[in-house]
């Protein structure tokens, strides 16, 4: 997943410059844009911006039409969207761990049990960033265990348009809610260590219920 910390390259500011445009309503779905445009307002060549477009279309964000050009697809999440889209990362989390149901693969307890350490740390330093990276960290090592190349990139997305265009309390807990979360994810680990995934599957389906829950409070 791209990372705000990524800021090195003047494709990148593109990149960002854009899709803060579109959070913040300077750019509305269905609108045309074109290099020209982004080369005026941004004052950067046309060579960044190209590499910025085909970026932002692969991602999802831009899409090319037939006699159209570019134009800014409907990416922004509100209360229903990001239900629908915790949903997904549901399912294949469910289908992941039926599949470690059936097999003798392990899973790399400590690395997961890492993510959730620095969610702790996060939380404790109110990086709410740190603590949102972390947790997508977690789900998107455990959906690996799926052997589903499919699975981890559809849920890198989904956890990229969260990230980027959620209406800011969406993706935001009070400190309260943190340290529930946390605890629930220790919870799941230990599920996980003693093999009992399945119990393991419905108790992420609880948690992201509950994440679900916090957004439209």
Do not use: W
């Amino acid at each position: 997943m791209k990372s705000k910390r990524d800021y090195k390259t003047l494709d990148k500011v593109v990149y960002y410059s854009v899709i803060e445009k579109i959070k913040n309503g300077e750019l509305k779905p269905n609108e045309h844009l074109t290099e020209e445009r982004l080369s005026k307002e941004l004052g950067v060549s046309r060579s960044p911006i190209r590499k910025a477009i085909t970026a932002l279309v692969a991602e999802g964000i831009l899409d090319y039409r037939t006699y159209s050009g570019v134009v800014v697809k409907d990416t922004l999440v509100d209360s229903t969207r990001y239900v629908q889209l915790l949903e997904v990362v549901e399912l294949f989390i469910k289908a992941t761990l039926e599949k470690l149901e059936q097999t003798e693969e392990e899973i790399d307890i400590d690395e997961l049990e890492k993510c959730i350490q620095s969610m702790d740390r996060a939380s404790y330093l109110r990086d709410m960033d740190e603590y949102i990276f972390n947790e997508h960290q977690f789900f998107l090592r455990l959906i690996n265990y799926s052997g589903n190349p499919y699975y981890k990139e559809m849920t890198k997305k989904v956890f990229f348009n969260i990230n980027y265009f959620s209406a800011d309390p969406i993706n935001q807990f009070s400190e309260e809610m943190r340290e529930h979360n946390i605890k629930q994810l220790n919870s799941i680990l230990a599920l996980l260590k003693e093999r009992r995934y399945l119990e393991a599957s419905d108790e992420i389906k609880t948690l992201l219920l509950s994440y679900g829950a916090n957004a439209f409070r």
